[in-house]
């Protein structure tokens, strides 16, 4: 069950700060002389449609626009908007599924405007906002938009809301699409201001969308693509990464120098590893370009993830191996070929066991083609698929969405707090299934957050946890903190659990850096031994040298040191007061106990674990600190599905604990206590 504290909910519009140098990406970033920046403008081909758009834009409520990835639809359609006067009556909102995507379109779209991040644009992210009474063009996650509906249920901020890359279906977009839609209608019902609805999409099922919108008028951008050969593999692979190695490796011997490679992989493991046998390939191969080799994933520094925009120097080749962040949300240019893996990593929902987690599986053909697609921005180019042509004829025609296999807890309850009571016949654009409904809302009455499955009231409780932009599972243990004295260690180990990575094990250096975390581990587990990795960074008052002496994240550090303060923050809102329980750890593992109860495992005589309630073979993930002991009990934040069924995130609790935590829950699902 992945208890992503961050991927969750939105984010609370708190803090409000200076414009922090954000990060800006794309070919463009580089320059910011004005009349580079307008030629740049000018020559998008969105920029063509400006007159169709504003029309469109302004006569109808709603409007589809499609345009492959680099057309411009994201930075422009924003500006369209505003010189179309749409912002003399509220904010033009544009919704991301990044924070990173945000963060650097604001950026770059302040950048065109001439103006500071923070002024007439801005941005707003889960724990950061920055935003001002000038603002007029809002670049947000859509997560952010959620939670604001909490508490201004018809939005009456915004003329118009854009959501953008709507192809990705992410669960917050999916939902949005419903709130977005019924507020509209309200609106007009009560003779408020219009509110403007565009959604914008690289790829998608456009009747579909069309149709929801009660035959929204759809714009489509012609894009620059040129043919891409397409190669398959002649027999199926037996390992996809190695064969991603050969096909690149091959390319390299034999296309011309400057001719970029773009490979699709699964998770930022397979991808370092991948990135280091390139290189080392690389150095020994007579006669080839230089190569240079650059990783690509979401949770990449994003100083790192500038190297790919960077222009290849003449005479060398740039491989680029990513994850599928680059089938859609950033612009590459100077693609020449693909090699696509045919894998995509994706968080699941097992329908009946409540379980959630991440696993590597195949793509769908939809995703083929757009990964496709990326070879030929710029002239013709070739994808390599490292999968048969049968294969390729057996996966799944489009991708499913992520509401249809994550789990729902979260957006129920965030559903419920808008007012949605009948969250089973919302207006889903693709119903989830009625299961997974119904599972959310038994996670949710287990965690007291509603008083039945049945017929869903919101309790004051649940009220209380949806005001922290967490899981429910997190929030109730943050909740849970208060009786047992220790908010403030509770509440600093979901901030790093919230954080990006921060323990680096780099494949250099393994050993030092296991050697190094030593004095940090806990023998209660990974959550402990981060409280011990913060309350280290704290002592020597967040010392950048220390972080890199010890393989600690210092950026994500100060991210979690961030996050922690915001969430002490709501905690005063909430009126928690914040005790602390000192070295004792008890009283922290219990309290996390009574929120993540539903993701926890017990030993078997048989020496492996099983998940409590779900019976589900389980295994300590190799990067825990528990890796290499048998614990009795145990609960964990994710589960990640690899040769096997891996937890993550591994903390030792007393089963006495679950049974406090939830006696209904545990009266009815096998848990064995031992005596
Ligand atoms: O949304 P769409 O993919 O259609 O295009 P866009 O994000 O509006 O990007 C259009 C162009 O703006 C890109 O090709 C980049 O040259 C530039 N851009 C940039 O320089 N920095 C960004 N953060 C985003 C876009
Ligand atoms: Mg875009």
């Not at 709507?166 to 949005?176: F, I, P």
């Not at 390319?251 to 998770?267: C, E, I, K, R, S």
């Not at 280091?276 to 150095?283: P, S, T």
Request: positive net charge.
């Amino acid at each position: 069950m992945a208890l992503h504290p961050g991927g969750a909910n939105g984010e609370p519009p708190l803090k409000k700060h200076k414009p922090s140098p954000s990060p800006s990406h794309g070919p463009g970033a580089a320059s910011a002389d004005p009349a580079t920046i307008q030629r740049q403008r000018q020559a998008l081909p969105v920029y063509r449609l400006q007159a169709r758009l504003t029309r469109e834009l302004t006569s109808r409520p709603t409007l589809i626009l499609i345009g492959e990835t680099g057309s411009g639809k994201t930075t422009q359609v924003p500006q369209f908007c505003h010189q179309a006067g749409l912002t003399k009556t509220g904010l033009v909102g544009v919704t991301q599924p990044r924070r990173v995507a945000a963060m650097s379109l604001a950026q770059r779209v302040a950048d065109e405007m001439a103006c500071t991040v923070g002024q007439k644009v801005g941005y707003s992210v889960r724990f950061e906002d920055c935003t001002s009474t000038q603002t007029k063009i809002k670049y947000m996650t859509d997560g952010m938009l959620l939670r604001e509906a909490i508490s201004d249920h018809l939005l009456r901020r915004y003329s118009t809301i854009i959501l953008d890359e709507a192809h990705e279906r992410t669960v917050h977009t999916d939902v949005l699409f419903g709130i977005v839609k019924k507020v509209q209608k309200i609106r007009r019902a009560k003779n408020l201001p219009e509110l403007k609805i565009v959604v914008m999409s690289a790829t998608m099922d456009v009747d579909h969308f069309s149709r929801y919108f009660g035959g929204a008028p759809v714009v489509y951008l012609q894009g620059r693509q040129f043919p891409v050969q397409v190669y398959y593999a002649k027999q199926p692979q037996e390992d996809p990464v190695f064969s991603s190695l050969v096909s690149v490796t091959q390319l390299h011997q034999t296309a011309p120098a400057n001719q970029d490679v773009l490979v699709f992989l699964t998770g930022q493991e397979e991808i370092e590893s991948m990135v280091k046998n390139l290189r080392d390939v690389g150095k020994d191969l007579p006669g080839c370009p230089r190569l240079k080799v650059v990783p690509l994933y979401a949770s990449l520094p994003v100083q790192q993830q500038m190297e790919v925009f960077r222009e290849t120097p003449p005479g060398q080749r740039k491989v680029i191996v990513s994850t599928n962040v680059a089938e859609t949300s950033v612009t590459l240019p100077n693609i020449k070929f693909v090699v696509d893996s045919g894998m995509v990593k994706a968080r699941h929902h097992q329908p009946g066991t409540g379980l959630e987690m991440l696993r590597v599986q195949k793509i769908s053909q939809a995703q083929a083609w757009q990964r496709t697609g990326r070879a030929g921005r710029q002239s013709a180019g070739a994808c390599y698929r490292v999968y048969t042509r049968a294969e390729f004829d057996a996966m799944s025609r489009d991708t499913v969405p992520e509401i249809q296999r994550c789990s729902l807890a979260s957006v129920t309850l965030q559903l419920l707090t808008i007012g949605v009571k009948d969250v089973r016949n919302f207006d889903f654009l693709d119903r989830p299934d009625a299961g997974a409904i119904d599972g959310a809302l038994r996670e949710l009455q287990l965690l007291g957050a509603v008083t039945s499955a049945e017929q869903p009231e919101l309790t004051p409780l649940g009220r209380r946890m949806a005001s922290f932009p967490l899981d429910p599972k997190f929030a109730r243990a943050i909740l849970a903190s208060k009786d047992h004295g220790c908010t403030e260690e509770v509440v600093t180990i979901i901030a790093l659990l919230s954080a990006d990575i921060i323990l680096l094990t780099p494949p250099s250096n393994r050993e030092a850096a296991l050697a190094a975390r030593q004095k940090f581990v806990a023998p209660e587990g990974d959550m402990m031994t981060l409280l011990n990795v913060f309350r280290g960074y704290r002592k020597v008052q967040k010392n950048k040298e220390w972080c890199r002496e010890n393989y600690l994240h210092e950026r994500h550090l100060a991210h979690a040191a961030e996050i922690r303060r915001q969430l002490l923050q709501l905690c005063a809102q909430a009126q928690l007061t914040v005790g602390s329980s000192g070295q004792n750890t008890e009283p922290v593992r219990r309290s996390l106990a009574a929120g993540l109860f539903p993701c926890a495992a017990q030993l078997t005589r048989d020496g492996h674990h099983v998940t409590v309630g779900t019976n589900q073979k389980v295994h300590i993930h190799p990067s825990s600190t528990l890796f290499m002991t048998r614990p009795a009990c145990v609960i964990f934040t994710e589960l990640v599905q690899t040769s096997k069924k891996y937890m993550r995130g591994v903390c030792l609790v007393d089963p006495d604990w679950l049974l406090d935590a939830a006696p209904e829950y545990f009266r009815t699902h096998r848990l064995h206590v031992e005596s």
